[in-house]
C-alpha cells in the first residue's frame, strides 16, 4: 500500500499486478495483508504455488509419497490432519463435480476476489489437461464454502 500511495502521490508508473504466495493451504497472508490492497488499488494477482507444490492435487497421500518426488520436501509441512482434511475435501468436491482435485483447487483460487490468474506447471499431458479444465470449471457456492471452511482451519491451529 505504501509503494501505490508513494507511486500516486509522485505520479510514477504503477504496479499492476501482485504474485504472492497464495493457494488453499496458504491463505493467510495473502487475505489478511494483502487482499485489502489488491480491492482498494485494484492491482491484479497472479499467484505462484497455486497447487502447494502439487500437494493440492492429491500426489501426496503420505510421508512415501515425498520420498523421490522433486518437490516432495516442499510439501512436508502440510502432511498433517488439517493438510489432510484440504485433500479429502478436494477429493468429496471433485467428486461432485467428475473432477480432479488439482482441477478444483485451481478453480476455487479462479474464484477468489482479486485472482487474475494462478501459476501452476505441468510435467506431463494430463496435468496440462488438468491446468487448461480448471479455467472452464465454476464451483457451486456450497463447493467453495465446504473448501473456505476446511482450508481456513489452519488459522486456528
Known sequence: MEALE??????????????PHYNLVERQDYESDLLPVVKNYQVGVIPYFSLAAGFLTGKYRSQQDTEKAARGAMVQKY???????????????????????????????????GITSPIASATNEKQLIDLVEAARLKLDAGSIQKLDEVSARKAAV
Open 79 to 113: 502432511l498433517n490432519d488439517w493438510g489432510f482434511a484440504v485433500v479429502a475435501a478436494l477429493d468429496k468436491v471433485a467428486l461432485d463435480h467428475g473432477s480432479t482435485p488439482g482441477r478444483v483447487a485451481l478453480a476455487w483460487l479462479l474464484a477468489q476476489p
Open 6 to 19: 508513494t507511486r500516486r502521490k509522485n505520479g510514477f508508473a504503477s504496479y499492476i499486478s501482485l504474485q
